[in-house]
């Protein structure tokens, strides 16, 4: 974890509160709720732990999924973590990709958000910023929202709607 002053668990019902209020970069006509925020870390298994004694659940309450190909990680995912709205993602590189690299400038700590997207139409034309092609991730296949030059906040994936509920 890193030496920020906030608790764990309150970084993420932070992010998770700041996120659903202001939709990132998407606009509200096309993305829905907030399924999931992603945590950055370096072990899987000892953040878990600790991010699981931070918001009152058990460690195995994570349970293996899909990493995210965008992120370039591995990821396991506690449905529901998050005051029960939303699932956490633990996130550690399998890759020295864009997760890796964030780690290495910020440590650990909140780095994604997946919301779900309110239709199933071209989200190209849908009002969401630019995204990128699709790619797999922890909730099926997800489309990363290309964020503007200098932004430095999490980054953000478009999933199908319902993926919140699938279970790893």
């Given at each position: ?9 309150e970084?993420l019902?932070s ?6 209020a ?10 829905g709720r ?8 370096v ?6 732990d600790?991010?699981?004694g931070?918001l009152?659940?058990?460690?195995s309450?994570?349970a ?8 370039g990680a591995h ?9 029960g709205r ?32 309110v ?14 092609p699709?790619?797999?991730g922890?909730?099926g296949p997800e ?6 030059a200098?932004d430095?906040?999490p980054?953000?994936f478009?999933?199908?709607p ?7």
């Amino acid at each position: 974890m890193t030496g920020d002053t906030a608790t764990a668990g309150e970084r993420l019902r932070s992010i998770l509160a700041a996120t659903a209020a202001a939709g990132g970069e998407a606009t509200a006509q096309a993305v829905g709720r907030v399924i999931a925020v992603g945590w950055a870390t370096v072990e899987l298994d000892r953040a878990g732990d600790e991010l699981a004694g931070a918001l009152g659940t058990a460690p195995s309450s994570f349970a293996p999924a899909a990493g995210s190909e965008a992120l370039g990680a591995h990821a396991r995912i506690a449905p529901g973590a998050l005051d029960g709205r939303a699932a956490l993602v633990l996130l550690e590189p399998s890759t020295e990709g864009r997760l890796a690299a964030r780690l290495a400038r910020h440590g650990e700590g909140p780095v994604a958000v997946w919301y779900e997207a309110v239709a199933m139409g071209d989200p190209t034309t849908s009002g969401v910023a630019p995204l990128e092609p699709p790619s797999s991730g922890p909730f099926g296949p997800e489309r990363a929202v290309r964020a503007p030059a200098g932004d430095t906040g999490p980054y953000r994936f478009i999933v199908a709607p319902g993926a919140g509920t699938i279970r790893p």
